[in-house]
């Protein structure tokens, strides 16, 4: 079965600050990975995706994530964190085929930005 | 812009009352699904459709129902609502194919008094 850790459950920093955020997964082949936002008070949107090919992938606002099959991570990265940006982050893993896409999410990390 | 909607943002219901959760998709997708998120615990399913009229159990199935007559429209019922339902309630579709990922609804926040 698939499963999808996220280990820190609150993270805090300052504006101007990099950021990463961890996940790792559990998965037998290669799955699909997603990070998704949640503002409070709002539902998910999609950060980015990856499928194949360039292990660094590219999303809205500003966000990087990068593939370590070695690893069996997908760490969500900023270079330069704004206040806008403090949020609920969720990583999810999905099945690499068509049959079906059951996402399994992970428990989330809560972002804080210091002024 | 496709969209998942959800009828309501807040809701405010009796312990015992039979509450119906909305949500409505453009997209013409075929999988539907319903989550509750509570602090600590992320999200939980609850039910799934992948087509209409069908339906599956989530992890969390227990106290609610759901129902799919047609194909944008997934609704979650809760036949008698109960204090430990008070939530974030989330809508999701997708089409069938994991690289699609799913959309959200932003979400209904129910409380039972």
């Known amino acids: 079965a698939q499963s999808v850790t996220q280990p820190d459950i609150h993270i805090t920093v300052s504006e101007g600050a990099s950021l990463e955020l961890r996940c790792n997964y559990s998965?037998?082949?290669?799955?699909?990975l997603f990070w998704y936002v949640q503002s409070p008070g709002q539902g998910l949107q999609l950060l980015l995706k990856?499928?194949?090919?360039?292990?660094l992938v590219q999303g809205i606002k500003g966000f990087e994530a990068e593939f370590k099959r070695s690893q069996s991570s997908f760490n969500l990265r900023k270079p330069s964190v704004h206040w806008s940006d403090a949020a609920e982050y969720f990583c999810a893993v999905g099945p690499n085929n068509n049959a079906g896409n059951m996402l399994t999410f992970g428990g989330g990390t809560r972002l804080m930005v210091k002024p | 812009d496709v969209k998942v909607t959800q009828s309501s943002r807040y809701l405010v219901k009796r312990t015992g009352e039979k509450v119906f959760l909305e949500c409505v998709q453009d997209?013409?997708?075929?999988?539907m699904f319903w989550y509750r998120q509570d602090p600590g615990l992320g999200l939980r399913l609850i039910y799934f459709?992948?087509?209409?009229?069908?339906?599956e159990k989530g992890d969390i199935p227990e106290g609610y129902s759901v129902s799919r007559e047609k194909k944008e429209r997934f609704s979650l019922i809760l036949e008698s609502a109960s204090t430990n339902q008070t939530s974030m309630y989330l809508c999701?579709?997708?089409?069938?194919?994991?690289?699609?990922?799913?959309?959200f609804g932003s979400g209904t926040r129910l409380t039972v008094v």
């Open positions: 990856y499928f194949s090919g360039d292990t």
């Open positions: 997209m013409d997708h075929e999988n």
């Open positions: 998965y037998g082949a290669t799955p699909y």
């Open positions: 999701a579709s997708s089409l069938t194919g994991a690289n699609y990922g799913y959309t």
């Open positions: 459709s992948y087509d209409v009229k069908m339906k």
